[in-house]
């Protein structure tokens, strides 16, 4: 394994520390707040979440991106003009969320919560203040740091949130929860990152920055509108109780599958922006590599998820989260196959060509919010169907025009593919009988685990020893003490 390689993996294990530690602690969060708020409490916050997460889009303009892009050492002019760039950006967009509120609450029929979208705003200055810093941790593949702040985060959000919802139960629990982690770690990010801010602005420097950076922020808005606009055509179409309940059919997909690939993003664009400049031949391996590993734990989890999905709800969620269930199986599996995407999407940025990614992007989102409109009179399970089947084809382009950019054929992709297949099939004989004869409950959803395992297992054993033999090999490099034995 290489230098950047091994530092590669080693990062991943680090982001993978900060993410379960912060998972299980949101995941911990979010069964306790399940059983003290209601559904509609979810759903009030997820619409002000939904509007945060369009304007959160724009916060950098894609001047982290650019910066992670360029691979510069130290904090030099160009940090120091990027965070002042970044700071007048969050200060304009939180004015504009603080003057959208009521327009927002009139979209998702939620008369009186503008005082909370207004306040959840302020969100947006505070991650502002932290985006540079975030962009430096990461640069320098510094993700021993970054797992402090992430941890710091949660751990803030959790303690506030709980504490509230026993003393008050409210939606406002879940915003003074989100606040207030926010501004833990962006404390945390500031001092580990040793930025300290001078408030440069270099009009050469920035419109250096801007030039990459603006399609970057292009890219990452419209992939953001492209994962919530099911939020908006439901919460819009349906109510704010349905909408409570499509969150909560997210929430485990999306802590179990999704934060692990976005973890992965994370790590694997400063590789690839690294290993670039060994050539295209290295590019390629890298990627393909990727592509089998993110694809192994993508798949297996989406398919294990997908089926065991009506025994999580009950067991974890209680009988009141019910209707989560069925749009939770199909989305488990749309996430899961979203694994191809996350390998293939951060070339784009790497090789310096975001507006490819653009390209696909936004017809891709014209179509998906096409579905979903025309799904949504036949219910939530309905849209996350459009979810899926669009997720599907999304992939499957997306990796084709990657495959063109590093060199790589559709066969070689396939043959990276194949182990996450066998896997993933192994998995469904396994599991898949059990969930159509046992009853629901914690009996079921015990024996559903165990045979995924073994599904998962067998996977393994099907696919061969060079498969095993790279899963090894990361995992050696994730315990020193492992990788030293082997030396």
Request: proline letters at 4%.
């Amino acid at each position: 394994m290489t230098d950047v390689g091994t530092q590669a993996v080693r990062s991943f294990g680090w982001a993978g520390t900060s993410l379960i530690g912060s998972r299980v602690v949101a995941l911990g969060t979010t069964l306790v707040l399940a059983r003290l708020l209601t559904p509609t409490d979810f759903g009030v916050v997820a619409a002000g979440m939904v509007l945060l997460g369009f304007l959160e889009m724009g916060l950098d303009l894609g001047i982290a991106a650019a910066l992670v892009y360029e691979q510069e050492k130290g904090v030099s002019d160009r940090v120091q003009t990027a965070f002042t760039l970044n700071l007048i950006v969050a200060t304009a967009l939180t004015a504009v969320g603080i003057a959208a509120a009521p327009v927002v609450a009139g979209f998702f029929d939620v008369p009186g919560a503008e005082a909370m979208f207004r306040v959840l705003a302020l969100y947006l200055l505070v991650r502002g203040v932290g985006q540079v810093s975030d962009a430096l941790l990461r640069r320098n593949l510094q993700f021993k740091r970054r797992a402090v702040v992430e941890l710091t985060r949660a751990l803030v959000r959790a303690v506030v949130a709980i504490s509230l919802a026993v003393a008050a139960p409210s939606a406002w629990a879940i915003v003074a929860g989100v606040l207030a982690g926010e501004t833990a770690a962006t404390i945390a990010a500031l001092s580990l990152a040793r930025l300290r801010p001078t408030f440069a602005l270099r009009r050469d420097i920035a419109s250096g920055l801007l030039r990459f950076g603006v399609p970057s922020a292009a890219n990452r808005f419209t992939n953001q509108f492209s994962t919530n606009c099911d939020y908006l055509v439901i919460g819009n179409r349906l109510g704010a109780t349905t909408l409570g309940y499509y969150t909560m059919a997210f929430r485990l997909p999306e802590l179990l599958i999704g934060n692990v690939l976005w973890i992965f993003s994370t790590v694997a664009f400063p590789t690839y922006a690294r290993v670039r400049t060994q050539g295209q031949r290295a590019l390629r391996r890298t990627m393909l590599r990727a592509l089998r590993l993110t694809g192994l734990f993508g798949f297996a989890m989406g398919c294990y998820l997908a089926i065991a999905s009506r025994d999580v709800v009950l067991v974890l969620f209680s009988q009141k989260w019910e209707p989560a269930a069925e749009p939770m199986a199909l989305i488990s599996l749309a996430i899961g196959v979203s694994a191809v995407g996350y390998a293939s999407g951060d070339i784009f940025p790497a090789l310096g060509r975001p507006a490819a990614l653009l390209a696909i992007d936004v017809p891709i989102t014209l179509t998906l919010l096409a579905g979903y409109l025309l799904a949504a009179p036949y219910g939530m399970t309905a849209v996350a169907a459009v979810h899926l089947a669009l997720g599907v084809v999304y992939a499957v382009i997306r990796l084709g025009v990657a495959n063109r950019l590093v060199g790589a054929s559709a066969t070689e992709a396939l043959e990276a593919l194949r182990p996450a297949g066998l896997v993933a099939l192994c998995v469904v004989v396994a599991a898949l009988p059990l969930r159509i004869v046992l009853g629901p409950g914690v009996a079921a959803l015990g024996a559903i685990t165990a045979a995924s395992a073994l599904g998962v297992g067998a996977g393994l054993i099907i696919s061969g020893p060079a498969v095993r033999a790279e899963i090894r090999a990361v995992l050696s490099v994730l315990r020193p003490r492992a990788a030293v034995a082997a030396r």
